[in-house]
DNA sequence: GTCTATATAATGATAGAC
DNA sequence: GTCTATCATTATATAGAC
């Protein structure tokens, strides 16, 4: 309760946007964080103007040192799993999540941010020699942070089964050991026995 | 218009939900029918009902024997591909773009669908000599189909700004641009040079 | 800054005439 | 089957008192 009024209804949309989307109202929002429905409005203007808040407060939370450390995630886990796994970083996550369901600035934004990140723990891979070099890393880059970031997404809308309240942590850890082993299988065995099918394609395009 | 009122209702709400999401009220689809709003309820009983009946068909279209044909994609394409190249079923990859986007039943069941068909047209790779034979084939396909729909849905999503309505086949000729030679690099020659890190993983779960 | 009260608009759903 | 009219609820946003 030593957060002003304002902080409380952004962090309490935050929370609430995050668990029930964001088609929730700002009574919900206003009750949440105890104060009256007008005064929401009279501090943000309106619901999309509270909206624009959280969405740069998360994106400021996720720029932290902190968080940023978590955002490095290990290849077979996927970008959300480690901070899932931090208790107060569960409203973010989830609220992130939401993010990347409805698309928007926000969405953009984190996408860039990880497949930005990716490059740079893909190289040290690379120099490291455990992984192989790209004929394009910023293209590969992409596409792992795309595939890792879109499955995990999809597991957990397809989890995600009315209001109920979903478990990042056990959901994570369900996909893990569903999805770490073929991904593993592929990452060191590929999956094609032709390799010329790249030039193939290539030469098409 | 040689189709009944209730059919017209549902093929309009199919249409407008894929185009702007399920949050469209019944008298923008009855507008869009022809109709009267109170028809709308008067034949599905509820907004609940008239998404219910949408969902169904939308599943009986996709395992129609034509449509059964286009849902076998091209690896490096995406699942969604082939079907946005058919200007008629523009609306239904809208609809099932919206359906993924929210979860629910259909959702699991284009998943779970989807999956299948992959595990059928695989396995038939591997015994051609084309794909490498896999530990296992059903966990394989689960996760090539989840990369393959999640980045593919994370993609749109991104490029849907706002209520502008997305062009898909544009979208996939791009999605297609960028995310198809990283992948096709992953699947000849793998990612990891260590061998060993799938028994690793597999002993340390 | 914060509240209560209210304006305004849109929603899903229903009743009853035809 | 189909319409018009309406109800009940909910939503966002605003006005004005304190």
Redesign the pocket.
């Known amino acids: 309760m030593d957060l002003?009024?304002?902080a409380r209804i952004r962090d309490a949309a935050i929370e609430l946007f995050g668990e029930r989307g964001f088609?929730?109202?700002?009574?919900?929002i206003?009750a949440s964080a105890?104060?009256?429905?007008?005064?929401?409005?009279?501090?943000f203007?309106?619901?999309?103007?509270?909206r624009t808040v959280c969405d740069e407060r998360v994106l400021e939370l996720i720029r932290t040192e902190k968080t940023k450390a978590v955002t490095a995630p290990s290849l077979s886990n996927g970008v959300l799993a480690a901070m899932a796994d931090i208790e107060e970083y569960g409203p973010l996550v989830a609220y992130m999540v939401r993010s990347l369901q409805a698309g928007g600035p926000l969405a953009e934004s984190l996408v860039e941010h990880m497949v930005s990140d990716a490059e740079g723990w893909i190289e040290a891979g690379v120099a490291a020699g455990a992984i192989r070099p790209s004929r394009d890393p910023a293209a590969r880059a992409r596409y792992l942070m795309m595939n890792n970031l879109g499955s995990t997404l999809l597991y957990f809308t397809l989890r995600q089964q009315g209001g109920a309240k979903l478990d990042y942590r056990k959901a994570i850890r369900e996909l893990t050991e569903q999805l770490g082993p073929p991904a593993l299988e592929l990452y060191t065995q590929g999956l094609l026995t032709d390799p010329t099918i790249l030039d193939t394609f290539l030469k098409e395009h």
């Open positions: 002003t009024a304002a088609q929730v109202g700002v009574r919900a206003a105890g104060v009256s429905a007008g005064l929401v409005n009279h501090h203007g309106s619901k999309d103007g509270l």
